[in-house]
């Protein structure tokens, strides 16, 4: 055992997995509190639209070249704690065959959306073979980013139940909700389908050296706690559990999971199996660890708008932020939603500065 440190105090780094945003998610000490941005890779940056011009968006998700170089530009500008991959939560269907386009401004969009329990029963599996792209991605960038953190993400069934469903995006999800009334014993097929195929590609990503997972349920907010704890939970955690049994002693990371509007869930999304719970800026980070209970981290919470604001009102929501989240047992400082594509990346830099300098122990 030699000179191993007391469980929860900080000790030199020893790579990604003693990171602060690891510490931080687990309910460790941390040397300062992490922060990376949802959707830090992308159209706020320069050298980012530069490097995908003339490049399709699914395109350039498969291509491990552009994967490693769009996921460190924000690591390289910001000095954020962690990468998230460059990917999309459409990506697993586009593999598996499913005819799917992101458009610039509007979305993904599904050429045959998912109206009837045949068109269910017609998706096709995503096979693991097929993602050898994204192990090559995750593990160049894993050897690139030494002790920084790499983030791998999936979306949830649910949210991408809602693109299949719909078409594309949506406001209400109606038709979404209508077939999951209508049409119950599809509904959980079609759900439990694309749980498989979230934890396969997350699985991907542990494998080749991901440090943490995110799994996105952008749009659970829609439900009520009901629908969502019975026609949903059962699914989101089926993806965490298929990443394999904690204890059986599989390649184990922390996972975030999170979603928008989620006030009324958040007593019910750490319940899927995550270590962290996201939180938009509806609810207040010392009000969201009442509500989630004492056994989850927070990330959270700034409101994306702020960073278009003046930095007076950016600096006071930051501090807010920072004090409201002591309040977790572990923090993790990032936006309430991802990072709009007209903010200016010199915002983003000052917050990160920000929380660091408040933070650092
Ligand atoms: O966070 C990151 O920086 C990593 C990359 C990332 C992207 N999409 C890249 C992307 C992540 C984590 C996502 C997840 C994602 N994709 C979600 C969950 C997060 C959320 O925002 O709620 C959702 C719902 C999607 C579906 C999707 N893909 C939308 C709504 C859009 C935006 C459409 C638009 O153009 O406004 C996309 C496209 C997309 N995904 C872009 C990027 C950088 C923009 C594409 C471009 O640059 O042309």
């Known amino acids: 055992m030699g000179t191993a440190a007391t469980p929860g105090t900080p000790t030199e780094t020893t790579g990604p997995a003693d990171s602060d945003l690891v510490r931080a998610a687990l309910g460790r000490e941390v040397r300062r509190t992490p922060v990376w941005f949802m959707r830090q890779a992308g159209r706020s940056l320069p050298e980012y639209r530069a490097l995908r011009a003339g490049t399709a968006m699914l395109a350039a998700c498969q291509d491990p070249d552009l994967v490693t170089e769009i996921t460190l530009q924000p690591v390289r500008r910001h000095g954020v704690d962690a990468a998230i991959l460059f990917s999309d939560i459409v990506l697993p269907l586009v593999v598996a065959g499913i005819d799917i386009d992101i458009k610039p401004g509007v979305g993904p969009v599904i050429a045959n959306p998912v109206r009837s329990v045949a068109d269910v029963d017609a998706l096709p599996d995503l096979e693991p073979e097929a993602l050898g792209f994204l192990a090559t991605a995750v593990s160049r960038l894993t050897a690139e980013l030494g002790d920084t953190p790499l983030i791998g993400f999936a979306g949830a069934p649910f949210t991408l139940a809602t693109y299949l469903i719909e078409g594309g995006p949506s406001k209400e999800h109606a038709r979404t909700k209508a077939f999951m009334y209508a049409e119950p014993q599809a509904w959980e097929r079609l759900l439990a389908k694309l749980s498989v195929s979230a934890s396969v590609f997350l699985r991907t990503q542990v494998d080749a050296g991901a440090s943490a997972v995110q799994l996105f349920d952008s749009w659970a907010g829609v439900l009520s706690a009901s629908d969502y704890a019975t026609r949903v939970l059962p699914h989101s955690r089926a993806v965490f559990d298929g990443l394999g049994d904690r204890a059986a002693g599989v390649r184990d990371v922390p996972r975030i999971h999170f979603g928008v509007g989620t006030g009324e869930l958040l007593p019910l999304i750490g319940d899927a199996g995550a270590d962290v719970v996201g939180v938009d800026w509806r ?27 003046d930095r007076e009102t950016l600096d006071r929501e930051v501090r807010r932020i920072v004090e409201q989240g002591r309040a977790a047992r572990g923090h993790v400082f990032n936006l309430g939603h991802g990072v709009l594509p007209d903010t200016d990346p010199g915002a983003i830099t000052h917050a990160v500065e920000l929380v660091h300098e408040l933070t650092t122990r």
Do not use: C, H, I, W
Not at 295 to 303: I, K, P, R, T, V
């Open 283 to 309: 609810v207040p980070l010392d009000e969201a660890a009442r509500r989630v209970g004492p056994g989850y981290s927070l990330q959270g919470n700034l409101d994306p708008a702020v960073l278009l604001a």
